[in-house]
């Protein structure tokens, strides 16, 4: 249990990214004039996972970067480490989901079209926003790692 290293609360920030990238898709999709049905509502669990999914794949990027750089690395050396391993997963998983929801999006049924078109904006949108404001949590809590800060200070 070592709190310098412990990552419990960079975890609500990626859950406000996942709130942010949920709110932005169903925003846009809204504005876009796609219409909203029961099923559609489904798709922030989705998105919550996806979301999950992806943070745990950067922080797990960050904790290697520490035994392939060392401890003593800046923390931009580990930030760019981490993004050139967890990016380029984040980045093909996510493509990969934006196609199949794209695809689905043909649908002849409304309720797939609607639901896989604001699941696809939420995809785009969470990868937006775990590499952008996921990453800046992430590199904020690398400097308080960096500091040897424990995690909850009295």
């Keep these: 249990s070592d709190l310098v290293l412990s990552k419990g609360n960079v975890i609500w920030g990626a859950q406000f990214a996942i709130v942010l990238a949920i709110g932005s898709a169903f925003g846009l999709m809204g504005h876009c004039g796609v219409i909203f049905n029961p099923v559609v509502s489904t798709s922030s669990l989705l998105l919550l996972g996806l979301g999950m999914d992806d943070a745990y794949v950067i922080i797990q990027a960050w904790h290697s970067t520490a035994g392939e750089l060392g401890r003593e690395a800046t923390v931009q050396e580990r930030m760019k480490r981490t993004y050139e391993t967890a990016g380029v ?13 794209a695809v689905g999006c043909t649908s002849t049924f409304p309720a797939v079209r609607g639901f896989c078109a604001y699941t696809a904006t939420g995809v785009l949108f969470d990868f937006v926003f775990q590499l952008l404001f996921f990453g800046a949590v992430m590199a904020l809590d690398g400097h308080r790692e960096y500091c040897g800060q424990g995690e909850f200070r009295a």
Excluded: C, L, N, P
């Excluded at 997963?89 to 929801?101: G, K, L």
């Design 89 to 101: 997963s984040i980045f093909f998983t996510s493509i990969t989901d934006i196609v199949a929801f």
